[in-house]
């Protein structure tokens, strides 16, 4: 008896971890005419995400005129301010929905506008500060290189 609810809880454990994966972790998406993986959203998931990505876009444009102007303290500000996340305004249904590599790239823009504020405000230059930000687009470039997000239904 004990080894066939052994078994039932390995399988359901299995099961659970299977439909995390796939709901949860993995995402969707499908491969569009360009090549690009197309994600399709609801319009207030798409909303967010797009307001997302403006707002990033926009620290990327006063960090550059911050460091243009050797201003490091507006620079570090701005770069944390990129840099922050509060995963309970994050959409659930937004987060099931994107790829997991997608995920790992914005996570990971995150992280690295947090890591440019600290370095910053530890006292890099300004040219330190543009190297970091360049580094930081290509994570911009390669998440619209690679992804393209459209409404549903579409």
């Known amino acids: 008896?004990?080894?066939?609810?052994?078994?039932?809880?390995?399988?359901?454990?299995?099961?659970?971890?299977?439909?995390t994966w796939f709901f949860v972790i993995r995402g969707s998406?499908?491969?569009?005419?360009d090549g690009r993986t197309v994600v399709m959203l609801p319009p207030s998931?798409?909303?967010?995400f797009l307001a997302?990505?403006?707002?990033?876009?926009?620290s990327v444009q006063a960090?550059?005129?911050?460091?243009?102007?050797?201003?490091?303290?507006a620079a570090a500000e701005e770069a944390a301010k990129?840099?922050?996340?509060?995963?309970?305004?994050?959409?659930?249904?937004?987060?099931?929905r994107l790829p997991v590599e997608m995920k790992q790239l914005g996570f990971g823009?995150?992280?690295a506008f947090r890591d440019m504020a600290k370095t910053l405000q530890g006292g890099a230059s300004a040219?330190?500060?543009m190297k970091m930000l360049s580094s930081i687009m290509l994570n911009c470039v390669a998440c619209h290189a690679g992804y393209r997000v459209d409404p549903e239904g579409k």
């Open 1 to 19: 008896m004990k080894k066939t609810c052994g078994i039932i809880v390995l399988l359901l454990v299995a099961v659970i971890a299977a439909m």
């Open 29 to 33: 998406g499908v491969k569009g005419e």
């Open 45 to 48: 998931d798409r909303a967010f």
């Open 52 to 58: 997302e990505m403006r707002g990033w876009l926009e």
């Open 63 to 73: 960090i550059a005129e911050a460091l243009g102007n050797n201003d490091i303290k």
């Open 82 to 96: 990129a840099g922050k996340v509060d995963m309970s305004k994050i959409p659930g249904s937004l987060l099931r």
């Open 109 to 111: 823009t995150h992280a």
């Open 127 to 129: 040219r330190e500060g």
